[in-house]
C-alpha cells in the first residue's frame, strides 16, 4: 500500500501543487488583510451566523441561490474542459466557457453584494449603472452566441429570464409596489430571482447533458 501511496505521490505532485496553491494564497491574503483591517482572524474565517449570533436558516433563499449560481457556473466550465479540444464542438465549448464566466460574475455579485455595497460604497458605481453594466453583458453574450443558444431548449433560458426581469422590475418600482402590498414586496423580489436562478442553472443542466449524449434531449452538434 505505501508503494500504491508513493507512486501515486509522484504522479500527482503538480496536480497537488495547483490544487493547492490559490487557497494557500487566498488563505496568505486573508491573513494580511485582517492585519490592515485591523480585524481579528475569525471574522473572515468563521461562519457568518456563527460571528452574527444568528439563526443558520437565516438568508436561506439567498444562500440557495448562490449555490445553483456555483452549481451552474461548475457545469459550464467542466462542460467547456470536456468539449474545448472536439474540433466540431469548439464554438459550443466557447459558449459553455463564457457563460460559466458570467455566471461566476453574477455568483459574485449576488454573494459579496457587489452592486448593493460594494461598488456604491467603494467604487462610486451607482447600483442602476451596475444592473445596466450586467444587462448589458447578458444582452452581449445572447447576441454573440445566438447560434448556439437557438439550438438549445431556450425556452429555459427564456423562463429564467422572465424571472428575473420580474425581480429587477420590483427593485425598481419598490417604493409604489410595497404602498400596495407592505413587506410581502421583498418576498416576492427574492422569490422571483431564486425562480430565475433555478431556470438559468436547468437550462446549463439541459444543455450540457443533451450534448453529452442524453437520449430525451436534442442533438445540439454541427
Known sequence: MLAQIFAQDRKLVRFLFSLYLLPVL????????TAQMGVSLAMLT??????AKIHPFIGVVSNLGVLLWTASATICLFSWALFRHRLNEMRFATFLLCSGLLTTLLLLDDFFLLHDAIFPHYFGVNEKVAFLGYGGLIIGWMVIFRKCIRRTEYLILL?????????LFIDVFQHPIQSVIGNARIFFEDGFK??????????????????????TGTDLKG
Open 194 to 215: 431564486l425562480l430565475g436562478i433555478v431556470g438559468w442553472f436547468g437550462y446549463f443542466l439541459r444543455c450540457c447533458l443533451v450534448q453529452l449524449g442524453d437520449k
Open 159 to 167: 423562463t429564467a429570464l422572465v424571472f428575473f426581469g420580474l425581480s
Open 26 to 33: 487566498f488563505l496568505f491574503v486573508v491573513v494580511i488583510a
Open 46 to 51: 468563521r461562519d457568518p451566523a456563527s460571528i
